[in-house]
């Protein structure tokens, strides 16, 4: 019985007869037999102690997608305190001479005048433009994108030719004078008869008035800038100062 029995004991592992195995098929059970010496250590220190052949797949099995994650979040937060940091301060008073574009470097030289005349300290915090048109064709009439920044107080004063002003004001996208200069000023240059009507003509009481007529003005001759323009307020929202100041500077006479 002794020798039967011991017949029937054969070196097995898990049931498979491993005489039957070749030698490369008993290491890799072997191997599955082993405990696991990495799972109770964090896979940063796994990391480090794997072999070096074998880190590239560890690192992106385990840690690719989380360190994209990072990297992206990064990107996002840098970008928004660049943007912060670089973005120009809000303009306080911003002018846009309305189909004036030739005269760019003249509206130009006229905001560095007012700049230090007003004592800005930032200059970007006054904004001069003559971009934009209207009424010449479909292809350069840029009311859409007037009226949008008009409503938005980006626009707080405009020039142009008494045609383009009394179209502005028809579609009421000027102020009166009356709305923001104070009621002495107001009749100062009532009384000079700096102040026009819808028509373009002196006006005879401050509520007819809606804007100036810039051939009376020193600085906007001295800069060589048309004398058949008007000056009309807009959308004025960030205080009023700027724009009386604004008025002060043009040398009304």
Same mark, same amino acid.
């Given at each position: 019985?002794?020798?039967?029995?011991?017949?029937?004991?054969?070196?097995?592992?898990?049931?498979?007869?491993?005489?039957?195995?070749?030698?490369?098929?008993? +290491?890799?059970?072997?191997?599955?037999?082993?405990?696991?010496?990495?799972v109770?250590?964090?896979?940063? =220190?796994? $990391?480090?102690? !794997?072999?070096?052949?074998?880190?590239? =797949?560890y690192?992106?099995q385990?840690?690719?997608?989380?360190?994209?994650?990072?990297?992206?979040?990064?990107?996002?937060?840098? /970008? !928004?305190?660049?943007?912060? @940091?670089?973005?120009?301060?809000?303009p306080?008073?911003?002018l846009?001479?309305?189909n004036?574009?030739?005269?760019?470097?003249?509206?130009s +030289?006229?905001?560095?005048?007012?700049?230090?005349?007003?004592?800005?300290?930032? +200059?970007?915090?006054?904004?001069?433009?003559?971009? @934009?048109n209207i #009424?010449?064709?479909?292809?350069?009439?840029?009311?859409?994108?007037?009226?949008?920044?008009?409503?938005?107080?980006?626009? %707080?004063?405009?020039?142009?030719? *008494?045609?383009?002003?009394?179209?502005? %004001?028809k579609?009421?996208?000027?102020?009166k004078?009356?709305?923001? @200069?104070?009621?002495?000023?107001?009749k100062?240059?009532?009384?000079?008869?700096?102040?026009?009507?819808?028509? #373009? %003509?002196?006006?005879?009481s401050? *509520? &007819?008035?809606i804007?100036f007529?810039?051939?009376? /003005?020193?600085?906007?001759?001295?800069?060589?800038l048309?004398?058949?323009?008007?000056? #009309?307020?807009?959308?004025? *929202?960030? #205080?009023? &100062?700027?724009?009386?100041?604004?008025?002060?500077?043009?040398? $009304?006479?």
């Amino acid at each position: 019985m002794a020798e039967d029995d011991k017949g029937d004991e054969s070196d097995t592992h898990g049931g498979v007869d491993s005489t039957q195995l070749s030698t490369d098929q008993r +290491a890799a059970i072997s191997g599955l037999a082993k405990d696991n010496v990495y799972v109770k250590q964090s896979k940063w =220190t796994t $990391f480090r102690e !794997l072999p070096a052949g074998q880190k590239g =797949t560890y690192f992106v099995q385990n840690f690719l997608l989380g360190t994209v994650v990072v990297v992206v979040a990064l990107v996002i937060v840098i /970008s !928004l305190v660049v943007t912060y @940091l670089t973005k120009p301060p809000t303009p306080v008073f911003t002018l846009e001479a309305v189909n004036m574009h030739q005269d760019s470097e003249q509206i130009s +030289a006229l905001k560095d005048g007012f700049v230090k005349y007003d004592n800005v300290k930032d +200059a970007r915090r006054v904004s001069f433009g003559s971009s @934009l048109n209207i #009424g010449k064709n479909s292809y350069t009439d840029d009311s859409p994108k007037i009226m949008t920044q008009v409503a938005a107080g980006q626009i %707080n004063a405009m020039a142009s030719d *008494k045609k383009t002003i009394a179209t502005l %004001n028809k579609r009421g996208l000027v102020n009166k004078p009356s709305e923001v @200069l104070a009621g002495s000023e107001l009749k100062r240059y009532l009384d000079m008869g700096v102040l026009v009507d819808a028509k #373009g %003509n002196p006006a005879t009481s401050a *509520k &007819d008035a809606i804007a100036f007529d810039l051939s009376r /003005s020193q600085t906007w001759k001295a800069k060589g800038l048309p004398s058949d323009a008007l000056f #009309g307020f807009s959308n004025v *929202k960030s #205080g009023k &100062d700027h724009p009386r100041a604004f008025v002060r500077y043009l040398d $009304f006479k």
